[in-house]
């Protein structure tokens, strides 16, 4: 990636602010469905962890959009 999309993608994973999510979020009403997880490391070494299954934090839309480039280019090859 360039500077200019290492620094868009830094931005709005500051806005989502990860340490304030839950350790794990669970929607118990649905069975079968997704999982997901997220881990961030930071400059300092801070280590943020955060899974789910069917449920989600605030704004999650917004970590798959910046992944999407990624998954894409993933299928690809």
Known sequence: MDVDTI????NRLSRLQLPKWADYYINESIIDGE???VTATYADGTVIESGGSNDYPPR???VRNL???VQQQFLKD
């Open 67 to 69: 992944f999407k480039p």
């Open 7 to 10: 620094r868009r993608v830094r």
């Open 60 to 62: 999650f839309g917004t």
């Open 35 to 37: 999982q997901w997880s």
